[in-house]
């Protein structure tokens, strides 16, 4: 298993922008696909976006495209998701997870602890 860990949540202002940063360690960290999920009080974990292992292939939720973009620095271990022009309902815990490609949580067998996103209107 790959172990994660977030950071970079906060409280911003409709309209901000946040980057939530992704550590991932273990022997096969960039050889996985690595994705991002979030989980709203009450409601269900959703997928937000997930990046092939090269980092060549990408996809979004429709409700973010445009304004999220999902990247990784092998060299570094690490997964971003660059959060631009938030709204009140991308307020969520978000999870980093690594897996196979794909966009239900099943698909991923390791996940960070999550970070909490807060955007006020």
């Known amino acids: 298993q790959v172990q994660l860990v977030e950071s970079g949540g906060g409280l911003v202002q409709a309209g901000g922008s946040l980057r939530l940063s992704c550590a991932a360690s273990g022997r096969t960290a960039s050889a996985v696909a690595m994705g991002w999920f979030c989980q709203a009080p009450g409601k269900e974990r959703r997928f937000v976006a997930v990046?092939?292992?090269?980092?060549?292939?990408?996809s979004y939720v429709d409700s973010v495209k445009g304004r999220f973009t999902i990247s990784r620095d092998n060299a570094k271990n690490t997964v971003y998701l660059q959060m631009n022009s938030l709204k009140p309902e991308d307020t969520a815990v978000y999870y980093c997870a690594a897996g196979r490609w794909g966009q239900n949580p099943a698909d991923f067998d390791s996940w960070g602890q999550g970070t909490q996103v807060t955007v006020s209107s």
């Open positions: 990046i092939s292992p090269s980092g060549n292939f990408k």
